[in-house]
């Protein structure tokens, strides 16, 4: 007797379409065989399945044959839903052509592994109401384990969020049609700083080719950001890292970008970081602009402002930039000083704190004159150039006055002080006075010697004519005098005058400068070791001592001695010639050594061109001696000198000043 057959539907209890379609179908046909012959997990995880409201589907076995439910049969489609009943029992592979290669890989995955894998949002084609469709799913992968706990099938959960995405796609689209028509370039990274999505102005901005941008990081060897100085920036300093690293957005940070072959350029960006649904941070938004230009003339500026300032604190001219005040009628009456430079201060006394002062506060005997002149200009644009005594200062001075522009009382003046070029002006016109009529009185007397001897010629007088030769030869001797000592001054301004050195005696030097003056009014008095020789040019130093003594005897001619006397101090020798006359005042001993320059010895006036103490004067720093003198008045004066007084270092100061 045989046993009897167990129904087919014992073992599915749900209900539905596919639970009805399960128990009625054949499985002996398949390699699952007849459903009372299933294993209980089998069995379980079907009657699971087809009791859940939630879409899924099992694969089952080594054919991966395939069950579900009916909300999953629901969101194939109307039409899918009756071809799909016909999968039934089939192999996967056959069921699913054209998505297996990714299905057998995710189940073969799970069942090795044993572990669940989650995907979300995916998109499958899928033939549906009619059409092809992009279909996105988010699903799950779980493994189906028998007693033993090994997986022998897949159960998928799976939910279709088309609609999600289809929303959020329609939210991305209107924001980059946001984004590709912003004037800023945009450019968003993921989270390890790689380029996602860069906008049209983006790549006009940097020159970039649009399909090639996003496969680069913000630095990289051939494309590198750099600092506003010039040295390498890193990726962590850029601002999207900064943004994605803080949380917080940056602002207008500026950097700079290299690449071999192109100019650099500037960029100003602000970043801002993207956080998922969770918070966290998943990448960086990025907007920039172009700011090469803006950064050249910065830099230009810079420089100009800096050739500008240099030249402004370097040149000799005083500067100063004034502003004319003009009262109700409109006339000038006074400017605001609003800049000066360093040449100012020197030639002025006013310090910067004269800037943004009044000129009268400053200068209050300030003569109208400057105030009108700087006010014409202000007024007619006109520029001008004069010169002029400023009697508050009691010096002259050359100016030059320029107005700034026709909207501005702004008038740059730029002035010099020109009272020593007057001084030696007027120097130069007294001692052409004076050269004229000291050339003058020997060459009238030469003339009428000669004027005498030529009518002498015929009938000579022997008594006459000894006395007239001797009187044109001191002539001439005079005439002689005046024009070496200007071949003199002359050969010293061009540096042209020689040295012949040689070792003589000191005491015996002091003597033979006195030999030629013949004068009952002055007694030489000496003082110098017999001994003690000097190393120089003989000739030379007597000129200079010769000068002083015909001084002493010129400018003190009631005193009845002079004294002279060398000595020796440390490594050098000190020769000085000492008056009893009237002395110098203090106000003209710092020019007496200058060319051309002659005292005035209360009103009595000598005879001489102002060369004699400015060729001794450079004769001696020749030698790399020193001269100067001390004078009291009333109580005379001494004038004084000192050469090197051993011969390797006079050799030394001609060796390293004169060849």
Known sequence: MSEPTQPRNTCIYGKGEMSALIRSFDWEKTSLGPIHTWSAHLLISVNLLLDSSFPMLIWWGEDRIQFYNDAYLRILGTDNSKKQLQTLGRRGEDC?????????ELIER??????SEFVEDEMVPLYRNGRMENVYWTYAYNPIRNMGGVPEGILVVCTETTHTQERLQHNEEQLKRV?????EGVGIVDRLGKIIYSNPMAHQI?????????ERSSNSPEWYNTRLDGTRMSDEEHPTTIAMSTGKPVFNYEFAIERPGLDKMYLSMNAA???????????????????TKRKQTETELRASESRYRTLFNSIDESFMLIELIFDAEGRPEDYWIREINPAFSRQTGL?????????RTLMPGLE??????????????????????????KQWYRAFASRVSEETPFVIVVFDNITAKKELEQRKDDFISIASHELKTPITSLKASLQLLDRMKDQPNTATLPRMIDQANRSVNKVTVLIDMLLNATRMSEGQLGLQLERFNALELLKASCSHIQTANHNFVFEANPELEIFADENRVEQVLVN?????????PGASEIYLKAEKLGDRVMISVRDLGPGILAEQLPHLFDRHYRADFSGMQYSGLGLGLYISAEIVKRHGGEIGVESTPGLGSTFWFSLPGNIELQQGYLQGNLT
């Open 96 to 104: 699913w052509p054209d998505a297996w290669p990714r299905v057998s």
């Open 110 to 115: 799970v069942l090795s592994s044993g572990e």
């Open 179 to 183: 984004l590709d028509h912003m004037a």
């Open 206 to 214: 940097l020159n970039t080719e649009g399909f090639k941008f996003p």
């Open 273 to 291: 970081p993207i956080t998922d649904a969770k918070g966290e941070v998943s990448g960086a938004v990025g907007m920039f602009m172009d700011i």
């Open 351 to 359: 310090t910067k704190a004269a800037c943004n002062q009044r000129a």
């Open 368 to 393: 109208d004159l400057w105030i009108e002149t700087y006010g014409q200009v202000a007024l007619t644009g006109k520029s001008i150039r004069f010169e002029d005594y400023n009697k508050t200062t």
């Open 548 to 556: 002083l003594v015909n001084n002493a005897v010129k400018y003190a």
